[in-house]
């Protein structure tokens, strides 16, 4: 195993406005003071992205003495009507349903948003606070705050019972149809939502951790973004127990030890992790998809912008089985199954690439040759109903799994990692529509059954993808493309239906990369530690260790990757992901 550190909380530095960030409560509010004596009557806003507790800005907005403190969720429809607004989307599956194309006024009352707008106007002097989401709905604000909120951190207060979706007193509710609900609809609106938001706000409000908040100019927040859509940076990951998870990552990323395992981390995962954000003293924690919202084009490219809009399409995360057990059995959709019934227009095609293994390692990939269809399907069906276990051995093909092999797993294909696997998964992003096929008779670490989907995963299993096919087309594709004085680039996938493209770089000395006008995800495969650094000095030196993931904006051109630190003298190696044109 590699000796490396880890960096669980990376961070990206701004540079030029460090005076234009505050900490705590104090501060902010001794900041606001002085921003809020400019008129006789001024109106403040606090815009916000569900999830953010309400009742702490509400407390210490009303140390500013307002004229008028109003919550604009006074003006929401109740739950009933959103229920109604909303059944299509939330379909009654417990995992999937369909993209909303809400826009967030449908979410509110047009009578009571004009009762709050009329007791504004009718303010003649004063400060006037309006918060909540969508307050900017009610007045546009002589000041606007938006307070944003990581959806990892939602994540949290879900699972511990604090919160529920957004205008529904479900906080009890399984946590897959609280999940559910906010992918599919919330999380939808509130990005269209906020973005123009964040394009002209007055300041930015950290609230991710309880009464200690963090506030930012909305000047200095938009170049800490454009900051960073220019140079190489790393999202903050975030780690997870799963009822299959290993003990890999726990020993060799020093996570808490008391965890009975870590199943995944999401490494890059820009919808849903955070990016940390440092002014000076202060460090502003915001959703790493506010880059892709207000800077589509530096970060992904003119060709990825154009294809995909304002979202990432491409995902590193890790499943680590290591002294844990099985993956669920699984499928992707195809791409006309994910369109015509979730409303997604592309699907989660991916690809294993081996971190380590242990000796007795297999992933499961493909039916076997000669396989019957019928008699697969009914086997599932039975085993889903508690009649017997599935039948993988007489169905599915069991792979040798060795570290730096590379599996590639098109839509369509069934899979899954065996037990002794640290998987580094290279897939497109649309990560929620996994099809479980069967589960080993397994409950979920919150002790209910975890959800088998055979009704959507029998209509979308390729079963031309057979061992010879498997064999011939999805294990260890590796081609050779080029190689200089102490490096070798290899092509290693993904497969011609995949739109990722993957290439492979050994080195034991410096290697210069392009981005080619798109978006590059790497990741340090082997070695200790590398350092990123621009040709031109366009950015500083960007030091990553073993097992990171890191994300090359497209603007950034021409870049060299070269060993540091522990990692010079080493064997080192990259594993690069880009959008094929």
């Known amino acids: 195993m590699t000796v490396t550190t880890y960096d669980k909380f990376p961070e990206v530095p701004v540079q030029g406005f460090d005076s234009q960030a505050w900490q705590g409560w104090r501060d902010i509010i001794a900041t606001l003071k002085t921003r809020l004596t400019q008129k006789p ?115 949290m207060r879900m699972r511990s019972g604090e919160l529920g979706n957004w205008g529904v007193e479900n906080q009890h509710e399984d946590i897959l149809r609280r999940y559910k609900r906010a992918f599919f609809i919330e999380w939808r609106v509130f990005d269209k939502h906020k973005t123009p938001l964040l394009k002209r706000a007055d300041y930015l409000l950290d609230t991710t951790l309880s009464d200690e908040p963090a506030m930012v100019s909305g000047d200095a927040l938009r170049a800490g973004l454009a900051q960073t859509a220019g140079r190489p940076f790393r999202v903050v990951p975030f780690f997870d127990p799963g009822v299959w998870g290993g003990q890999w990552m726990k020993n060799q990323f020093d996570l808490d030890p008391s965890k009975p395992n870590y199943a995944w981390c999401f490494d890059c995962v820009p919808e849903e992790n955070s990016l940390l954000l440092r002014f000076g003293d202060v460090r502003i924690e915001i959703p790493s998809l506010d880059v892709v919202l207000l800077h589509p084009r530096e970060l992904l490219g003119e060709k990825v912008h154009a294809r995909f809009g304002a979202e990432f399409p491409i995902r590193f995360d890790f499943l680590d089985t290591i002294g844990g057990q099985n993956l669920s059995f699984q499928v992707h959709p195809l791409t006309e199954y994910i369109q015509q019934q979730f409303g997604m227009h592309y699907t989660q095609d991916e690809s294993y690439y081996i971190l380590e293994a242990e000796p007795d390692a297999v992933v499961y990939l493909g039916t076997k040759t000669g396989t019957d269809p019928v008699a697969m399907i009914d086997d599932l069906h039975r085993a889903a109903n508690g ?29 899954c990692s065996g037990s002794g696997t640290m998987v580094l998964e290279i897939s497109a992003t649309p990560y929620i529509f996994t099809f479980k096929l069967w589960d080993w008779g397994r409950l979920g670490l919150d002790g209910l059954p975890r959800p088998v989907h055979l009704e959507h995963g029998e209509q979308v299993i390729d079963w031309q993808r057979d061992t010879k096919w498997v064999n011939e087309h999805l294990i260890n594709r590796i081609e050779p493309l080029a190689e200089g004085e102490g490096w070798r680039e290899e092509r290693t996938g993904l497969h011609e239906r995949e739109f990722i493209e993957t290439r492979r770089h050994w080195f034991t000395a410096p290697v210069t990369h392009h981005t080619h006008g798109g978006v590059n995800v790497l990741n340090l495969v082997e070695g200790a530690e590398a350092r990123v650094e621009s040709p031109t000095g366009a950015f500083d030196p960007f030091v990553v260790h073993y097992a990171e993931t890191f994300i090359v904006p497209a603007s950034v051109g021409e870049y060299r990757i070269s060993p540091w630190g522990k990692g010079v003298g080493q064997q080192l190696a990259t594993v690069k992901a880009w959008v094929r044109g």
């Open 41 to 155: 009557k001024i109106v403040l806003v606090i815009d916000c992205y569900p999830g953010v507790r309400l009742a702490e800005i509400e407390r210490e907005m009303t140390s500013l003495d307002p004229a008028l403190l109003l919550n604009a969720e006074n003006a929401r429809r109740d739950e009933q009507s959103l229920h109604e607004l909303l059944a299509r989307n939330l379909t009654d599956d417990r995992v999937f349903g369909v993209l909303s194309c809400h826009q967030l006024p449908e979410f509110f009352d047009s009578a009571r948003l004009e009762t709050l707008r009329r007791q504004v106007t009718d303010v003649q002097e004063g400060l006037v606070i309006v918060y909540g989401p969508g307050a900017s709905l009610i007045h546009q604000g002589d000041v606007l705050i938006y307070a944003d909120l990581p959806r990892w951190e939602i994540q």
């Open 387 to 415: 009649e017997k276990a599935f039948d993988d051995a007489r169905f599915v093909n069991q792979i040798p799994a060795r570290k730096h092999d590379h599996f590639l797993i098109p839509a369509g294909t069934v899979h």
